[in-house]
T-cell receptor, first 115, second 114 residues
Framework: DAGVIQSPRHEVTEMGQEVTLRCKPI?????LFWYRQTMMRGLELLIYFNNNVPIDDSGMPEDRFSAKMPNASFSTLKIQPSEPRDSAVYFC?????????????FGSGTRLTVV | LAKTTQPISMDSYEGQEVNITCSHN???????ITWYQQFPSQGPRFIIQGYKTKVTNEVASLFIPADRKSSTLSLPRVSLSDTAVYYC???????????????FGSGTQLTVLP
């Protein structure tokens, strides 16, 4: 398995533009998580899905952020409009919930810079 | 939600054993304890998980006392390449099948010196 795949690896955009981050989880994993990491706030959970259904989006900063998981092999995180304070590394992770497997597998992240 | 507390940083020398302790006072019955390692510009990597007593794998050991309010990650004979941030994370399954508490603490920056 290629692991969790995120795209793009780097994104530079101007304030006000729409940004879409993509994630392909590990095949067979039934939970998917979006995290944001900054020096100031560390790793923050934004939203997670279980069996493609959003379970908890309380970490989503505001209405400018939205996430979808149309099927078990794909998820997107969208920011519209983007702002400089959204600059961070965004990680996607997947996990098998149930049984004895609780560890996440993280992707390599998308480094977002909003100028 | 189970909140975790770890030391911000630790230094060690090559070849030494390193123990990093995490406190999680309000851990729930169904919660597991997991530890992750993160290098710069990479996503966190799962190291080990446990529920109680001791767990050992090829890279680390995890010690959990009977009350489960803390856990200690033990790295035997560290090398320079073990310099990284280490996070403990408490998570579990609620009755509906969803996962609970998925927010990482601030982590411990381990620096291994030659």
């Amino acid at each position: 398995d290629a692991g969790v795949i995120q795209s793009p690896r780097h994104e530079v955009t101007e304030m006000g533009q729409e940004v879409t981050l993509r994630c392909k989880p590990i095949s067979g994993h039934n939970s998917l998580f979006w995290y944001r990491q900054t020096m100031m706030r560390g790793l923050e959970l934004l939203i997670y899905f279980n069996n493609n259904v959003p379970i908890d989006d309380s970490g989503m900063p505001e209405d400018r952020f939205s996430a979808k998981m149309p099927n078990a092999s794909f998820s997107t995180l969208k920011i519209q409009p983007s702002e400089p304070r959204d600059s961070a590394v965004y990680f996607c992770a997947s996990s098998l919930v149930g049984g004895q497997q609780y560890g996440y597998t993280f992707g390599s992240g998308t480094r977002l810079t909003v100028v | 939600l189970a909140k975790t507390t770890q030391p911000i940083s630790m230094d060690s020398y090559e070849g030494q054993e390193v123990n990093i302790t995490c406190s999680h006072n309000n851990i729930a019955t169904n919660d597991y304890i997991t530890w992750y390692q993160q290098f710069p510009s990479q996503g966190p990597r799962f190291i080990i998980q446990g529920y109680k007593t001791k767990v050992t794998n090829e890279v680390a050991s995890l010690f959990i006392p009977a009350d489960r309010k803390s856990s200690t990650l033990s790295l035997p004979r560290v090398s320079l390449s073990d310099t990284a941030v280490y996070y403990c994370l408490v998570r579990g399954i609620i009755s509906s099948g969803s996962a609970r508490q998925l927010t990482f603490g601030s982590g411990t920056q381990l620096t291994v010196l030659p």
